[in-house]
T-cell receptor, first 113, second 117 residues
């Protein structure tokens, strides 16, 4: 089955700086890679996703890059703000059907004022 | 915009009791997924349904069962509850598969917090 590794487990950055979270996956059949933000006691919220036919995707301060050859993808958040503080999860699946997602262990992002 | 609805939001049960969690997907979403998230852990996929049929199966214990009804809502039934079943249970929904890019995007509900004493 799929295995998703996520690093770092905790990331502390100064407000206004950039944050980068990296994930690797094992199953070459995976084609869909979403990122979720989860605040304490709440459900995961989709922030951006990317599919295997695209190398990079950007939405305002958030961008995701995908390297299918190396089986890794990364989340980039620029101009970080206090409200960006949360746990971020990467995930992978084959996509295109009702497949369950395999999640990474999560990154606790702390924005220092 | 309408979101995934889960009920109840909190549930307290004793060991060996049963529990039923309910999920109402976003309108027009006919695919439902269940996940279990232990304290400080990542969500673990349990099972999914599309058009009332089981579609994918993850690490769902034999003590658990689920189904999807004609109105697309889903219920997760948990029997012989154990202390280790205490967790957040999330339901997610997506548009029907195979209808173009983005139909597999999963939107999560607020979760049900199950505590087993």
């Amino acid at each position: 089955g799929e295995n998703v590794e996520q690093h770092p487990s905790t990331l502390s950055v100064q407000e206004g700086d950039s944050a980068v979270i990296k994930c690797t996956y094992s199953d070459s059949a995976s084609n869909y890679f979403p990122w979720y933000k989860q605040e304490l006691g709440k459900g995961p919220q989709l922030i951006i996703d990317i599919r295997s036919n695209v190398g990079e995707k950007k939405d305002q301060r958030i961008a995701v890059t995908l390297n299918k050859t190396a089986k890794h993808f990364s989340l980039h958040i620029t101009e970080t703000q206090p409200e960006d503080s949360a746990v971020y999860f990467c995930a992978a699946s084959e996509g295109g059907g009702a497949d369950g997602l395999t999640f990474g262990k999560g990154t606790h992002l702390i924005i220092q004022p | 915009a309408a979101g995934v609805i889960q009920s109840p939001r909190h549930l307290i049960k004793e060991k060996r009791e049963t529990a039923t969690l309910k999920c109402y997907p976003i309108p027009r979403h006919d695919t439902v997924y269940w996940y279990q998230q232990g304290p400080g852990q990542d969500p673990q996929f349990l099972i999914s349904f599309y058009e009332k049929m089981q579609s994918d199966k993850g690490s769902i214990p034999d003590r658990f069962s689920a189904q999807q009804f004609s109105d697309y809502h889903s219920e997760l039934n948990m029997s012989s509850l154990e202390l280790g079943d205490s967790a957040l249970y999330f339901c997610a929904s997506s548009l029907p598969p195979g209808q173009g890019v983005g139909t597999d995007t999963q939107y999560f509900g607020p979760g049900t917090r199950l505590t087993v004493l």
